[in-house]
C-alpha cells in the first residue's frame, strides 16, 4: 500500500459537513490542497437510502487523491457500506470516531466511539476485511477523549493502529469542548511518539506560521485544515507560493465556487447554499455590515459578488 501521495508533508482539506461539498472541495483543490475528504457519509445512510447519502461522495478525477469519510456504531454496516462506496473509487477511507454532535453520539456513534473502544475496534477490524485486499488504507479521525476526566487520545489511537489503522488524524479538543478552548498539540506530539503509523495534526491551524509550528513542536506526518479555510479556500495557494492574492483573484476563486454550486445543486437550491459561504467571504472584514445584509437579501450572483469585491479593495486600500 503506497500512502505517501498522501502523508508525507500534505496539506489535508477537513472534512466539514455542510461546507465541504463537490465544489468546496474542487476550489480548495485547484487552490493548492493536497488531500481532500468527503463530509461525514451515514453508513446506515448509504444502506438504507442509497441514493441520497452518495451524494456526499461525489467527487471529480482532479480532486484524487480523495478519501471518503463514514460514520455509524454497527460494525457489519460500516463494512456494507465501504463496499457501496468503493465504487466511488476513493484513495482511503476514514472513520469519524471525533463527531460531539449530540444526533451522531447517542447512536453510539462519532466521538462517543472513544468510550466504547472495543466497538471502535471491531468497527476498524471489519472494514479492514474489505480494505485490506484491494490495497485501500483506512484512516481514523478522533478526538482527545469525551471529557477533560477521560482524555483517551494516546491509549485510544495506539488501539486503532493495533486493530489495523494505517493513518491516524487527531483534533485535540474532547467532546465536552465541541470548538471552544483550544486545541492540545502537546497529545498530538505523544501520540505521534507512541505510535508507528502516520499521524496528520489538526486543530486551530490558520496561518503559514502554525503550520511551521505544528510540524516543528508534534512532528506530524501531515496537516490538516478546517475552518480555517472557510472563507479563505487559497489560503494554501498564499502559503505555498509565498504571495497574497488580488483581490481579482479572489473574486475570480469566489464565482468558480458560485458557478460550480449551481451546476451542481441547481439554481435555487446553490444559490441558498451559497449564502452561507459568502458571508463567510466577508468574515473578519470591518465595516462588512451592509454587504452582509445585501448577501442575505440579493439572489443575483453578480450583485452579491461586486459588494464583496468592493469590500476587499477598500480594505486593501485601507491596508496600503
Ligand atoms: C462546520 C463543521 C463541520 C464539521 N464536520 C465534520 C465532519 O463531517 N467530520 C469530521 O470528522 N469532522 C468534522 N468537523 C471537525 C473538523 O474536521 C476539524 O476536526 C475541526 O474543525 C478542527 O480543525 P480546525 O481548527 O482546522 O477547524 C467539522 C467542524 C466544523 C466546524
Excluded at 449530540?102 to 480494505?131: F, H, N, Q, W, Y
Excluded at 505523544?190 to 513542536?217: A, Q, T
Aim: net charge positive.
Amino acid at each position: 500500500m503506497n500512502i505517501s501521495k498522501i502523508i508525507d508533508h500534505k496539506f489535508w482539506l477537513a472534512p466539514l459537513a455542510g461546507i465541504t461539498d463537490k465544489a468546496f472541495r474542487q476550489i480548495c483543490k485547484e487552490n493548492g490542497v493536497d488531500v481532500v475528504v468527503s463530509e461525514m457519509v451515514s453508513a446506515d445512510g448509504i444502506i438504507y437510502n442509497k441514493l441520497k447519502s452518495l451524494q456526499y461522495a461525489e467527487f471529480t478525477e482532479y480532486q484524487k487523491p480523495y478519501g471518503i469519510q463514514i460514520f455509524g456504531a454497527k460494525p457489519k454496516n460500516m463494512k456494507k457500506a465501504v463496499q457501496v462506496l468503493i465504487e466511488r473509487k476513493p484513495y482511503f477511507f476514514d472513520i469519524n470516531m471525533g463527531c460531539p454532535v449530540k444526533k451522531v453520539v447517542k447512536r453510539g456513534a462519532g466521538s462517543a466511539l472513544m468510550r466504547t473502544p472495543d466497538l471502535a475496534c471491531r468497527i476498524v477490524k471489519e472494514v479492514k476485511k474489505t480494505l485490506v485486499n484491494l490495497e485501500i488504507p483506512l484512516s481514523v479521525k478522533f478526538r482527545a477523549g469525551w471529557d477533560a476526566n477521560s482524555i483517551n487520545a494516546v491509549k485510544f489511537g495506539k488501539k486503532m493502529e493495533s486493530c489495523g489503522a494505517d493513518i491516524l488524524c487527531l483534533h485535540p479538543r474532547t467532546r465536552s469542548q465541541m470548538y471552544s478552548g483550544k486545541s492540545d498539540w502537546n497529545l498530538i506530539k505523544l501520540l505521534k511518539e507512541k505510535v508507528n503509523i502516520p499521524v496528520i495534526g489538526n486543530g486551530d491551524i490558520r496561518s503559514d506560521n502554525d503550520i511551521n509550528r505544528i510540524y516543528s513542536f508534534t512532528k506530524c506526518d501531515s496537516v490538516m485544515m478546517g475552518r480555517g479555510l472557510i472563507g479563505k479556500p487559497w489560503l494554501i495557494k498564499e502559503i505555498k507560493d509565498g504571495r497574497k492574492l488580488s483581490v481579482k483573484q479572489k473574486i475570480t476563486i469566489i464565482r468558480r465556487h458560485y458557478d460550480l454550486t449551481l451546476e451542481n445543486k441547481g439554481m435555487r437550491k446553490g444559490m441558498l447554499e451559497m449564502r452561507k459561504h459568502l458571508l463567510s467571504y466577508t468574515k473578519g472584514f470591518r465595516g462588512a455590515k451592509k454587504t452582509r445584509e445585501l448577501i442575505i437579501h440579493t439572489e443575483d450572483k453578480e450583485e452579491a459578488l461586486k459588494a464583496i469585491e468592493e469590500l476587499y479593495q477598500r480594505d486593501y486600500e485601507n491596508d496600503r
